[in-house]
């Protein structure tokens, strides 16, 4: 079975601070590894995903995220927030076989300070 | 591309009557789909997962009976939350499975916008 951690469940910061929002996540198999946000009261955007390959994978507004697998862990962080940051942050994990679940994390409110 | 639509974005109804919400994969065929549930300031929790032209696989502790999953195309799975109680108030979120597809979105879900359920 997968397992995903997100100890922070909520990780206040000023905004053009960095931040990290840290993701660690269990399983006997290989994963995919994701992270989506959720803005209030929407469904869930795909924000990155370690497929394969390069171990730092990146997004389009900033974000980047390690895959780390002798330390099970995910992190995603930022060096630079916005205020349009604030959302809830979400880690999953999923196994290669074909139509299996997303094992999401608790999640994480990122709230961005003036 | 890859959008996945619900209908509605959301629904007020009374105690006792049942509520059909509707998931739509708009450009592309989904032979699964997912339906999850999430309680205020929570994670999403699977409910059950909708396979086309097949019997739904619902979650431990997910009452099929009362959480009612028809998945009769490849582009629509639906939900009805029959007999609906308060205690069912919650936010909806289908995901569709993009399974098989090539140019990089193998294995990678995407999600609807969510249906507010409010029972009062």
């Known amino acids: 079975a997968q397992s995903v951690t997100q100890l922070d469940s909520q990780v206040p910061v000023f905004e053009e601070a960095p931040v990290e929002l840290r993701c660690n996540y269990s399983?006997?198999?290989?994963?995919?590894l994701f992270w989506y946000v959720q803005y209030p009261n929407q469904g869930l955007q795909l924000l990155l995903k370690?497929?394969?390959?390069?171990?730092l994978v990146e997004s389009i507004n900033g974000f980047e995220a390690e895959f780390n697998k002798s330390q099970t862990s995910f992190h995603l962080r930022k060096p630079s927030v916005h205020i349009s940051d604030t959302a809830e942050y979400f880690c999953?994990?999923?196994?290669?076989?074909?139509?299996?679940?997303?094992?999401f994390g608790s999640g994480t409110r990122l709230s961005i300070r003036p | 591309g890859a959008v996945v639509s619900q209908h509605p974005s959301w629904v007020i109804c009374k105690s006792g009557t049942s509520v059909k919400i509707e998931c739509r994969s708009l450009?592309?065929?989904?032979?699964?789909m997912f339906w999850y549930r999430q309680f205020p300031k929570q994670s999403l929790m699977l409910m059950a997962t909708?396979?086309?032209?097949?019997?739904?696989?619902?979650e431990q502790g997910v009452e099929k009976d009362k959480f009612l999953i028809n998945h009769a195309s490849l582009t629509l799975s639906t939900l009805t939350v029959t007999s609906a109680h308060p205690e069912d108030s919650s936010f909806y979120i289908c995901?569709?499975?993009?399974?098989?597809?090539?140019?990089?979105?193998?294995?990678?879900?995407?999600f609807g916008p969510g249906t507010r359920l409010t029972v009062t």
């Open positions: 450009d592309f065929q989904a032979t699964t």
């Open positions: 999953a994990v999923r196994t290669y076989s074909s139509a299996s679940k997303i094992i």
């Open positions: 370690y497929l394969s390959g390069s171990t």
């Open positions: 909708s396979n086309e032209g097949s019997k739904a696989t619902y």
């Open positions: 995901s569709a499975d993009t399974t098989g597809t090539s140019g990089g979105k193998a294995y990678e879900q995407y």
């Open positions: 399983s006997s198999v290989s994963v995919y």
